[in-house]
């Protein structure tokens, strides 16, 4: 007869009641929870031949490498971007795949825990224009049906809509968006090569929990944030330092009186940003370096150094919540959450067909050369934020590839504009709108008619001026 977990439990409270050193020994191999759920089975790895030490170097050996999935639009990194490219391909009718070296979506908006969705639209006399639309529509709608803890509430017309998520009500609905649209998402799959020939980009190599493999597509995405795929590929960019930034999130602030607040601002300690919980507040830091200096900007190719500024940053944000429970009245505080994702604010942008600067986003406000794609919203710096054209999006050299997110191509002075959340999010759905048609079409990105891209852009909801 079988055994419920609790039946396993009591078991072993009585036998320890009455004594008995090993409770289950008796029944160990017949009856446990464990063992009625745990069954041997055939290796699903193939053996590969492993690294070898050669006259002083490390040598490893030529091996096949499987092809796992075949597809018209792959996305490789599921961050805002990734999504939303993957959305746009997906909704169009292409076999899409979008693969993530984590275990869920959103990137740094969810697992780097920057909660805000900024540049989401503009404010020009007193009213607001929301560029973002379609899918960021259709989000928010999805996070609002799942109740009030889940994203802030509207504003008045007049105010800059910069809704909240909670990453954890965000990343169901990511995932819940992007399986009803058809796409197939693969988690812990970690691109770590290009499949390329000549300069046509044909697919990822993918390290993952099945071991090494192959995913083929017509059209490829890079939405890494760092630009892996288009460095894998041999095509050129511009890496930078920026600030390695880190998020946290406190609890408790639902126990404060106004007298504990005014206690804990007295002590010089910061509220932190709102969440869609009143309990809860988050946490965004600029940047310290490997040796502890603070708003410096750092490599992100740096590994020991990133990693010693991730056990940086989380040891302050323990402290900050610590800080916290010091103050009369403010005894509650606790960090709920550290992110699982280092905060990369930028790393390596494509140098693509066309480059843009804020000078150029001012002047092409009203002049529209033809080949919008995207329009990214404000960001203060760029007061109606900036068109984007669809060339920010495509590698010179290699074809069947874009680039979207904070690695696409724009100037210095645009770099902070183009990688907030809600530009990554619609420079992501113009990537994977170009490459759906691309696939269909059989052309490469470069060669599509842009027109026809502007034209299921716009069937998708998006804004393009
Ligand atoms: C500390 C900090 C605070 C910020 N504050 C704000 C803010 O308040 N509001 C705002 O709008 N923006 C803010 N930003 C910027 C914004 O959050 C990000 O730039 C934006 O979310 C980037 O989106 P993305 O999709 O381009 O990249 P990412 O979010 O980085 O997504 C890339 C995805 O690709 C995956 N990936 C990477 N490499 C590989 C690979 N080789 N194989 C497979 N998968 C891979 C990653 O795991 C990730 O999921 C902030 C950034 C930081 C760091």
Redesign the pocket.
């Known amino acids: 007869m079988g055994m419920t977990r609790r039946d396993w439990l009591k078991g072993g409270a009585v036998a320890a009641a009455a004594g008995v050193t090993a409770p289950f020994a008796a029944k160990a191999d017949a009856n446990t929870f464990w063992n009625q759920h745990r069954r041997p089975m055939a290796s699903t790895m193939t053996d590969v031949p492993s690294a070898s030490l050669a006259g002083g170097k490390i040598l490893q050996p030529a091996r096949e490498v499987p092809v796992y999935r075949t597809c018209d639009v792959l996305v ?7 999504w939303a490219a993957a959305m746009s391909a997906a909704k169009a009718g292409r076999k899409t795949i979008l ?4 275990e869920s979506l959103g ?3 969810s ?2 825990g ?1 909660l ?4 989401t639209g503009y404010l020009s006399n007193g009213r607001f224009t929301q560029t973002t639309r379609g899918f960021t529509d259709d989000l928010i709608k999805k996070l609002e049906a799942m109740g009030p803890m889940a994203v802030t509430g509207r504003v008045p017309a007049n105010q800059m809509y910069l809704p909240t998520a909670d990453p954890e009500a965000l990343k169901i609905a990511l995932e819940e968006l992007l399986v009803e649209a058809g796409c197939e998402i693969l988690y812990r ?3 770590v090569d290009v499949v390329i020939n000549g300069n046509d980009v044909k697919g990822v190599v993918v390290e993952s929990t099945e071991g090494r493999l192959a995913i083929l597509a017509q059209e490829t995405v890079d ?4 630009g ?1 795929v288009l460095f894998q590929a041999g095509e050129k960019y511009q890496q930078y330092k920026h600030g390695i ?3 946290y999130r406190i609890g408790g602030f639902d126990s404060f009186t106004k007298e504990a607040f005014e206690n804990a601002r007295k002590a010089g300690l910061w509220f932190g940003c709102n969440e869609p919980c009143s309990d809860n507040r988050w946490y ?2 600029f940047g310290t370096s490997p040796e502890g200096k603070h708003n410096v900007a750092c490599n992100r190719f740096d590994v020991a150094g990133v990693s010693k500024i991730m056990m940086h940053h989380r040891a302050e944000a323990w402290k900050s919540a610590a800080d916290f429970r010091k103050v009369k009245g403010c005894e509650k505080a606790h960090l709920i959450w550290t992110a699982t ?1 280092i ?3 930028g790393a390596r942008t494509l140098d693509g067909v066309k480059s843009i600067d804020r000078a150029w986003a001012a002047a092409h406000l009203e002049k529209d050369d033809g080949d919008t794609v995207a329009w990214m919203g404000s960001d203060g710096a760029s007061p109606k934020g900036s068109r984007v054209p669809l060339g920010c999006l495509l590698p010179k050299t290699v074809n069947h590839l874009t680039v979207c ?3 696409a191509s724009c100037a210095d002075d645009m770099i902070d504009l183009f ?4 530009p ?1 999010l619609v420079t ?1 759905q113009a990537a994977g709108a170009a490459s759906a048609v691309a696939s269909q079409k059989g052309l490469g990105p470069r060669d599509v008619n842009v027109k026809d891209v502007q034209k299921l852009l716009l069937a998708q909801g998006a804004y393009l001026g």
């Open positions: 490789v990194g599921g961050g805002i971007a990734g693969v993530e070296r984590d990137g740094l908006w697992n780097g920057v805000i969705l900024l540049a799959c970690h691109d939405a890494t944030g760092d892996d930034g880190f998020t965004g830091m994702q905060g990369i604010r997110g904070r690695a990688r907030l959340i809600a990554c992501g």
